[in-house]
């Protein structure tokens, strides 16, 4: 097999999903996806978009304006149409997933260089819109219970994560998001685009919308639950409606080599899981614990860890089951420059963009490190885990 190495990757800032207050209001997906797809062949002067063998790119929802958002950006970027390009959707793992078919692709030898993407929109997409459940799946499941809010609650009670608990996290993610940015340890991933602020007015963006630096406990205290009555999941411990796009590029280390690229990691591997879809929330449980079993590492061979933060009530039933990181927030090496409850979470691209974070963190962070693990739930008990290891 050949090795399949980690050239660069890039995302756009993420944008609030908000007809009046987004910044990215007034862009479409596929623009998401033009300005990433672009920014890489910016920096990537070697690479051409006619040497790109291939493209996939997840989302959640491929409908509306993402139904085969990734070929129509593509086109509709100006760049060559023998580039064939595959969109394609396993729900919130969908940009994870786009990068491991893009790494097998490599590894088999079948291609050289690829570029993996994952993009929403979640305001001109909304989250299940055009969504129609097969009648047969009631048999065995209550639609209600298959919403993301509900099985966010079900992880609380089963877990027995405390309103306490999840505010503490929400807290810690926006702390450390906002610690991150002010930093500009993000400033190797974000690419700066256009947008609107409140009064209409083009502003050039370049960090993340949804971030809290003034975050307060005392405040989340007071929140109402967002999904039921007598809850405990509100919109502080909730990912927010996002908007975003990312993309990577990945060669085969020949390429890279011969191409006299860098890079300073490569894809280990990667594993898709299912887990019962009323709890899609633990997924990163049994899909890091089927990584751990294929490649005999153990958490402590670990260096940081990407988590994507659906909601703090699953993101802390998987940390404490999996022994990742200390019982509460903060963590040490679980989302170190915080996570999607504050940066946000445009479902199809967090697993590119927690990849991309990941491979900053390792360069910047945790310079020593053999391996990186990156994980997330999806709609539905979908689930992925991806280890990056050091070359
Ligand atoms: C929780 C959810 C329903 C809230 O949506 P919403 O009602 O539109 O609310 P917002 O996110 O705009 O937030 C509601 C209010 O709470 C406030 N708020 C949110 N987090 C806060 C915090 N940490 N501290 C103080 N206020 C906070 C917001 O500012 C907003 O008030 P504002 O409009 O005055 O600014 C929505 O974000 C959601 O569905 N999230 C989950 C998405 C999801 O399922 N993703 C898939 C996971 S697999």
Redesign the pocket.
Known sequence: MQECVFIDGVRTPNGRAHREKGWFRKKRPDELLTEVYKALFERNKAVKPEDVDALFVGTANPSGMQNDVGRLAWLASGYPVRVPTNTLTNQ?PSGMSAIMHAARAIRTGETDIMIAAGVEDMEKVP?GANMDFPPRLLQYYNGADLL??MTAEKVAEQWKISREDMDNM?YWS?KKAAAARDAGKFKNEIVPIMGHDDAGNEMLVDQDQWI?GD?SKE??AT?QP?FKPNGSVT??T????TQGACAVLMMSRKKADALGLSYSYKYSMGVLEGCDPTVMGIGPIPAVKKLFAKTGLTPKDIGPVELNE?FASQSLACIRDLKLDNENAPFERVNVWGGAIALG?P?GESGARITVTLLNVLKTEFPDAKYGLASL???FGNAGALLVEKV
């Open positions: 919130c989250m993301m809010g929400a926006n809290r975050v405040k989340m929140m967002s919109a502080a909730s990912s927010p409606l659906a979470h479902l739930c999806g709609a």
